[in-house]
């Protein structure tokens, strides 16, 4: 932005919008203000009093997060819709942080948040629940399952171990950041992680992060994913960084459920991380991902012949990462069968742009 039109946004909004220490602020200012971004340099931060004056402040982000943040909070800012506390040590939110019925967005990411409130099912109109990086929160409240506007729900590095029974309820979900799968819980309020089945309702989805899919002895429909013609990325993750060896019978589940983990045609991105098997599914090369522009495969130790993805039309990106087993690319690298005089016509990776390979040490 030139300088000028910088000056001249500046000085338009410089009554709605306040950038510094929150404690600087005085009631006589604060009847205008809508957008507050706090930039704390103390332990905690304490809002100066101002009974007297209606705030109506929409949003309210921290700088720099602040070890604690004063409990009233959210008691003056009534009419809140964004609230942003991450890089903060704050460790819980406290009920009545309900009554905020107009918040669209709470983030909490790299908090030390160690539970939310059942009160958080009050929020009607929450669109996005972002906690990525909360290593002290390991459950979901079950009234997470009532947030019906929630789009987004993003526990990306947040260790959690149980959550409530009802995800399909969510049905506007576009973005859902982790989703630890589990099938052995039945007729269970609260669970170890939620059934691959209740993905089915959640047609809009846009990105999606399947993680310990070594949990899952079997999958009771190949429509779980190729019905969701939205979905543009997806991850799926067998286990958790630095995890042991696993028996036979794991290895042909796992191998069994990526067979019937079809995505639909239309997805662009797909992150394969720690699958415990020793061959891709069927489909993997076929030209049922002729969408497909992102590709990366990490920690694939187990297998021991890369995918023959060298037919993909669209293919611009491909990152090979921890294929231990793995001795030999051939033809079958390129779709290509020994022997095959088609293959001499066939361009391979005719797209191609970037081409990484690591850690491959056979």
Avoid at 8 to 14: E, F, G, M
Avoid at 140 to 162: A, Y
Wanted: glycine letters at 6%; aromatic letters at 8%.
């Amino acid at each position: 932005m030139h300088d000028l039109l910088r000056q001249l946004a500046l000085n338009i909004s410089r009554e709605e919008c306040f950038v510094g220490d929150a404690e600087s602020l005085r009631g006589e200012n604060m009847s205008k203000l809508r957008h507050v971004t706090a930039v704390i340099k103390k332990n905690m931060s304490v809002l100066p009093r101002f009974d007297k004056v209606e705030v109506k402040v929409r949003t309210f982000l921290t700088v720099r997060g602040p070890q604690g943040i004063e409990d009233t909070l959210f008691k003056r800012f009534l009419l809140l819709r964004v609230l942003v506390l991450n890089y903060s040590l704050v460790q819980s939110i406290l009920d009545y942080i309900g009554k905020r019925i107009h918040l669209r967005l709470l983030n909490l990411d790299y908090t030390g948040i160690s539970y939310l409130p059942e009160s958080i099912g009050s929020l009607k109109n929450l669109q996005v629940l972002s906690l990525r990086w909360c290593h002290d929160l390991h459950n979901l409240p079950s009234e997470v399952t009532v947030l019906r506007s929630l789009r987004c729900l993003d526990l990306f590095g947040t260790k959690i171990n149980q959550v409530p029974k009802g995800i399909g309820k969510l049905k506007l979900l576009t973005y859902l950041g982790h989703y630890p799968v589990d099938d052995k819980s039945d007729n269970v309020v609260i669970q170890d992680g939620w059934k691959l089945e209740e993905l089915s309702s959640l047609s809009q989805m846009r990105y999606l992060h399947l993680s310990n899919l070594k949990r899952v002895a079997h999958c009771s429909t190949d429509v779980v994913l190729a019905n969701k013609n939205h979905l543009k990325r997806l991850v799926l993750e067998w286990t958790g960084r630095g995890e042991g060896s696993y028996s036979e019978e794991h290895v042909s589940n796992a191998e069994k459920v990526f067979e019937q983990l079809i995505p639909p045609h239309n997805l662009e991105d797909l992150c394969i991380v720690r699958f415990l098997g020793q061959r891709f599914p069927t489909w993997f090369g076929t030209t049922w991902l002729s969408s497909l522009i992102y590709l990366k495969l990490r920690d694939v130790r187990s297998c021991v012949e890369l995918p023959p993805i060298g037919q993909l039309p669209n293919l611009k990106f491909l990152k090979i990462d921890g294929a231990h087993a793995v001795s030999k690319v051939g033809p079958e690298f390129v779709g290509c069968k020994k022997g095959d005089h088609v293959c001499d016509e066939l361009v391979a990776f005719p797209k191609l742009e970037w081409l990484i390979v690591e850690d491959m040490p056979n």
